[in-house]
């Protein structure tokens, strides 16, 4: 027997869902075995994107049956909102975040890597293996493919909106809350490992004439062994990260 139930979506989560039914409640068709859970990724929100739904007033968890007629609201993750009063459908916020990232946000990849964060990103990655590493090691799963957030085993995981990698970029740092986290300068780009000061003696043999005469300061990345110094790129780069700085 087919019922309905009332869905409203709160926040970014109207950017999942048809036009006709953002910022409104909208009644929704509903069968008996029916979960929450199950309605609200029918409207096409992710379920990683959910942190609480109300059904009638009260919280509920994810496998919560409504009655026909039930009213449902579904509100977006709190990453930097406080809600302990109230159970949260998924684990505790990851406080310390590492991330991985799909193939289709590379550039976002690089970029916080840029900004001190460790993210794991690879051209070839599949989905079955972006999964599992989100799953193994507690990384934030970064994508703008809803069918992966969409999978049962991801707790932890961002739908990016934005197109533009800086405006991404933005956008993860202020839905996380991570602007006290900026470490710009400390990860390689390439290969994602920490840079350490390194004294100009022990690199001597990796640089060109006028970087030994002009420049004093390096550091090497402890994975790839590549040596960074403030030369041209830098000032590209910290202008980069300057532009980042403002928008969050």
């Known amino acids: 027997m087919t019922g309905f139930v009332e869905v409203r979506p709160y926040a970014e989560l109207n950017a999942f869902v048809a036009a006709e039914c953002r910022g409104v409640a909208s009644r929704r068709p509903f069968r008996p075995h029916q979960t929450v859970k199950d309605v609200a990724e029918a409207m096409g929100i992710p379920h990683t994107e959910i942190d609480l739904i109300v059904v009638d007033g009260e919280p509920?968890?994810?496998?919560?049956?409504?009655?026909?007629?039930?009213?449902?609201?579904?509100?977006?993750?709190?990453?930097?909102?406080?809600?302990?009063?109230i159970e949260r459908l998924r684990p505790a916020p990851l406080r310390d975040p590492r991330f991985v990232a799909d193939v289709n946000v590379g550039k976002l990849a690089r970029y916080l890597r840029l900004l001190g964060f460790d993210?794991?990103?690879?051209?070839?990655?599949?989905?079955?293996?972006?999964?599992?590493?989100?799953?193994?090691?507690?990384?934030?799963?970064?994508?703008?493919?809803?069918g992966l957030l969409a999978r049962k085993v991801i707790t932890h995981?961002?739908?990016?909106?934005?197109?533009?990698?800086?405006?991404?970029?933005?956008?993860?740092?202020?839905r996380l809350d991570l602007t006290s986290r900026?470490?710009?300068?400390?990860?390689?780009?390439?290969?994602?490992?920490?840079?350490?000061?390194?004294?100009?003696?022990?690199?001597?043999?990796?640089?060109?004439?006028?970087?030994?005469?002009?420049?004093?300061?390096?550091?090497?990345?402890?994975?790839?062994g590549r040596v960074f110094w403030a030369g041209s790129h830098h000032d590209r780069l910290v202008t980069l990260v300057e532009t980042i700085r403002a928008r969050v």
Not at 119 to 146: F, G, Y
């Open 119 to 146: 993210v794991q990103w690879s051209p070839t990655a599949a989905d079955e293996t972006l999964a599992r590493v989100s799953t193994d090691d507690q990384r934030i799963l970064l994508t703008r493919d809803r």
């Open 60 to 85: 509920v968890d994810f496998g919560y049956r409504p009655r026909t007629g039930a009213r449902i609201a579904v509100y977006p993750v709190f990453e930097a909102l406080g809600i302990e009063p």
């Open 182 to 224: 900026l470490a710009p300068f400390t990860r390689c780009m390439r290969c994602n490992d920490p840079l350490v000061e390194v004294p100009k003696s022990e690199v001597l043999d990796q640089l060109e004439p006028l970087t030994r005469r002009y420049y004093d300061d390096f550091r090497r990345c402890v994975g790839c």
């Open 157 to 174: 995981g961002l739908f990016v909106h934005a197109v533009d990698p800086v405006e991404q970029v933005v956008e993860v740092v202020r």
